[in-house]
């Protein structure tokens, strides 16, 4: 891992993530224990008025979490929360991206609190956040 010392606007590389494919959707579901048909079964889906399943929105949240761990130790995250804004259709690409909004001092700790987002190749955001991080 890097040092990271970032600023107020410092943008964090962005975490690229292959297209959601149906094997990484039943995988998660059997590593998370969410089987919920709707993210695995076609006719489930389709009986629901959806073209086709989607993904959870958990692993969304957890590949933001990917690059949150990417860029510092799990110790250093204070704070995370989301807020779930779109579905991710199966064979969605999402990119997880972040950016620093403020820095301060609390308890003699320096943090950084960043925005957090998830969006797929047509623009569509998925998955709004944010983080409080611990600087070295």
């Known amino acids: ?20 494919s149906r094997t990484t959707l039943a995988l998660f579901a059997g590593a998370s224990g ?20 989607f993904s959870h929105g958990m692993l969304s949240m957890a590949y933001l979490g990917r690059l949150l761990t990417d860029l510092l130790p799990q110790q250093q995250l204070r704070s995370y929360k989301v807020r779930f804004a779109s579905i991710t259709p199966v064979h969605g690409k999402p990119t997880c991206t972040a950016a620093v909004t403020q820095i301060d001092e609390d308890g003699g700790e320096r943090l950084a609190t960043l925005e957090l987002k998830v969006t797929l190749a047509d623009g569509t955001v998925t998955l709004l956040g944010e983080a409080v991080v611990a600087l070295d």
């Open 34 to 53: 969410d089987h919920n048909p709707i993210h695995i079964d076609l006719d489930v889906a389709k009986s629901a008025g959806l073209d086709d399943v």
């Open 1 to 20: 891992m890097t040092t990271f010392a970032p600023e107020v606007g410092t943008q964090l590389p962005p975490l690229h993530i292959d297209p959601i």
